[in-house]
C-alpha cells in the first residue's frame, strides 16, 4: 500500500511517538571512557588537539574517575606515558608501571568500575613502533609476542578487568590466553583490536600519548583502509584464538566494516571513536559550524545502529550529560 493509505510522517508527529519508534538506542552503559596516565605527579596536562582530555598523574586520576563514576560511564580504558622509554617497551610490564599503579588506584577507589587496559608497545619503545624492531627496520612479529603477553599479564595481576592488545601482531591473542591461562586467570577477557586500520584519524592520540613512530611505516602491521575481506579474516583469527570480544577501529568511516563484522559472526563488537573523530567535532563545533550535542549524539546512534555493542569514546562524558538530560 502506498500513499494515501500510508502516511510516514504519522509516527513523526511528537517526541513522545518518535521515541516509542526508535529502532536503535543510545545508553550511557554502552561506553567506555579513554584515559591517558602519564609518570609523575600533580600532572594535568591538555591535550591541545582534544578538548576536555588530559593526561594525567596517577595521584590527579581520582577525581577524573569520580566524575565519570557519577555520570553513569561503566568502563575506562587506559593508555601510559611512561618516564622512561627503550627498545624492549620495558616499563610497559614494570609492576609499578603507570597503568599498573591507576590501575591499583581505579579498582582500590571504584571496585565496581570496569578497568580495560591497552596492551600495546609504541607508548613504551623508544622509536614508537608496536614491536620490537630488527637491525633492517623491520618489526619482529613473534619477538613481540611475548612482551605483549608480559604486559598483559602485569595488568591483570594489577587488576585490570579486560585487556585489549592493539598492536596487531600475528597470533597475539592466542599468545596472550595462553599466558594468561597458565596464571590462573582464565576468567579475564580479551577484547581485541581485530580490524585496526592504518588511519589518518589517529593523529591527535599519537600527541596525546606521546607515540608517533620515529621512522618507518605502521602499514606493515596496520590494515589497509581499502580491505574489508582481509577485517573479517582479522576478527576471525582472533576469534579462533581466545578473543572475546572484537573490535573496529576507527569507527566512523568505517561503518560497513563493523556491519559485516557483527553481521558475519554476531560475537561482542566494539567500536573505537578515535581521536581524529573526536577533534573534527570539537574543531567544527568551536566555530560554530556544527551543533555539538546533536552531532556527537548522531555519530555515536550510528556506531551502535551498525552493530557495535561497546562504544569507545573519547565524547562518552558530554554523551553521558546529553542522555542523562
Known sequence: MSFPINRMRRLRTSDTIRNMVRETHLHVDDFIYPLFVTFGQEKRIQVNSMPGVYQLSVDKLLPEIEEIHSLGIPAVLLFGIPEQKDSLASSGYDEHGVVQEATRAIKSAYPELL??????????????????????????????????????????????????????????VGHIRKVLDAQGYTHIPIMSYAAKYASGFYGPFREAAESAPAFGNPKTYQMDPANILEALREVELDIEEGADIVMVKPALAY????????????????????????????????????DEEAVTLEILTALKRAGADIIITYAAKDAARIISG
Request: charged share 20%.
Open 115 to 172: 578497568v580495560v587496559t591497552d596492551v600495546c608497545l609504541c607508548e613504551y619503545m623508544d622509536h614508537g613502533h608496536c614491536g620490537i624492531i630488527e637491525p633492517d627496520g623491520t618489526v619482529n612479529n613473534d619477538a613481540s609476542l611475548e612482551l605483549l603477553a608480559r604486559e598483559a599479564l602485569s595488568h591483570v595481576q594489577a587488576g585490570a578487568d579486560i585487556v585489549a592488545p592493539s598492536d596487531m601482531m600475528d597470533g597475539r
Open 255 to 290: 561503518l560497513d566494516v563493523l556491519r559485516a563484522v557483527k553481521e558475519n559472526f554476531a560475537y561482542p563488537t566494539a567500536a573505537y571513536n578515535v581521536s581524529g573523530e573526536y577533534a573534527m567535532v570539537k574543531a567544527a563545533a568551536a566555530q560554530g559550524w556544527i
